[in-house]
């Protein structure tokens, strides 16, 4: 092809000698020649295409600077809940990307509180049709069952929604859909990373079985991609591919229990969270309204085998109030504790659930999953030039992670101390709960809970608070029966 090149400048140079009336004859041969360039081009091109350096770091490269291949580069999404959805949503409204969006359970009911900050609804643009409910009351409920009632300094117009996953996971999946993206019903059951994907611009293969109608094993399809995100939960197939690490994790454990119209009236408004070493000994139970039922349930790191006897103690305590429903679903699924030691490998990069955003004391995640997938997607876009380039690991690293992290690392670390300090026995869960009965407390709670951000910078109150808090830990603990103890050293040294 160089060779050629030149002859074409020779022949351009000669023209400049030769006589006008020779000069269209010329011409029309290098024309000609120039046409038997094109085509031979092209059809070498094409022959490349199949060949396996096809999808080389310089093939790409040619072809997303403009050649007849007109190739785009690819990003496939796994999973498809929150993150995963509002992951494929940015990636589907770039022209130059194609996108796939993969989910192995279209009817998915992910066992979760399904509790949703207002910010998430306007900034989401969440229809409120997806809310259950809209809670403006909380009871706190004690280890010796005193009860504070909060939600005294919402606003008119604030709430936490309550949603069903089933609905709300359909609706941002569907979007996503509608702006472009390609949803498959599959089990993602292995991904082949290249040894060199840190370096080069090599494609990631996803082995998957897609659904199909009839079979329970479905067919085994194979796809090449350049770009991977995994928004696959705790138990993440590509968290695995990637070595991202392991990390503690917790069992959520909730049933769906249909109570009369009469006893759905107490939680019209009203949701309820018990403390207790009954309920759990490291995290809290709950009782949150739905559409026609409530969800109940609890959670633990520390003691998971006894998940079940813990299920049993917050029905017992939530007594009268859900007595003689009808369980019509249970649920359990693994939450995880903390960060994955590595959220990007390559162009790998997890989001959600499978990098481990999830707060403690309160364990909620939907907000965060679906922040992270927006994130992450916005980032790695404008890295790839509207499809024409691939990014580095370095990059992704320095947009995505460092500003999520920027962004809430601070929400992190406060609730990380606050679950160690309120949570840890039940003298401190007593004092919890009487601090809870402070209109500051209340008021830094729910205002860093629905807009996200860590308040609380009055520092008269926040000393005040410190003298408070001290002198309910020292009430509590005087108070407080001993927590039960317990033991299973094996399983307590399982991780994700």
Known sequence: FFGSTQAIKTILLSLQRVPYLRYYYIHQQLLQFKMKL???????????????????????????????????????????????????????????????????????????????????????DIPESTVDRKVRKMKLISPTNVEVD??????????????????????????????????????????????????????????????????AAGTPKTMDVDVVIGADGANSRVAK???????????????????????????????????????????????????????????????????KQYQKAIRDRAGDKIAGGKIIKVEAHPIPEHYRPRRVQGRMALVGDAAGYVTKCSGEGIYFAAKSGRMAAEAIVKLMEGGKRLPTQTEIERTYIADYDKLYGPTYTVLDILQKVFYSNNGAREAFVELCNSKYVQQVTFDSYLYKKVQGNNPLDDLKLLGETIGCLIKGYAIAEPDAEFSNPVESLKRL
């Open 150 to 215: 909060i939600g005294d300094t919402l606003q008119p117009n604030e709430y936490i929604g309550m949603c069903r996953r089933e609905i709300l996971d359909k609706y941002l999946r569907d979007r996503a859909i509608s702006y472009g993206a390609e949803a498959i019903q599959g089990l993602v059951t292995k991904i082949d990373v290249p040894a060199d994907h840190k370096e080069s611009e090599s494609k990631y293969t996803l082995h998957y079985q897609e659904f199909t109608e009839g079979s």
């Open 241 to 307: 591919a990637m070595d991202a690490g392991e990390y503690n994790f917790a069992i959520a454990f909730q049933e769906r229990i249909k109570i009369t119209e009469e006893q759905m009236t107490f939680y019209e408004e009203m949701a309820e969270m018990y403390v207790g070493d009954d309920v759990s000994p490291d995290f809290y139970g709950w009782v949150f309204p739905k559409y026609d039922h409530v969800g109940v349930g609890t959670g633990t790191v520390v003691n998971r085998p006894a998940i």
């Open 38 to 124: 094109a085509i031979a081009s092209l059809v070498l091109g094409s022959a490349a295409a199949f060949s396996p350096s096809a999808f080389s770091g310089s093939a790409l490269k040619a072809a997303s600077n403009g050649s007849s291949m007109d190739m785009r580069y690819k990003v496939a999404v796994i999973g498809g809940g929150p993150s995963g959805a509002c992951a494929a949503e940015i990636f589907a409204q770039e022209k130059g990307i194609d996108t796939v969006l993969i989910e192995r359970k279209m009817d998915n009911a992910k066992p979760c509180g399904g509790a949703i900050p207002l910010c998430m609804i306007g900034e989401f």
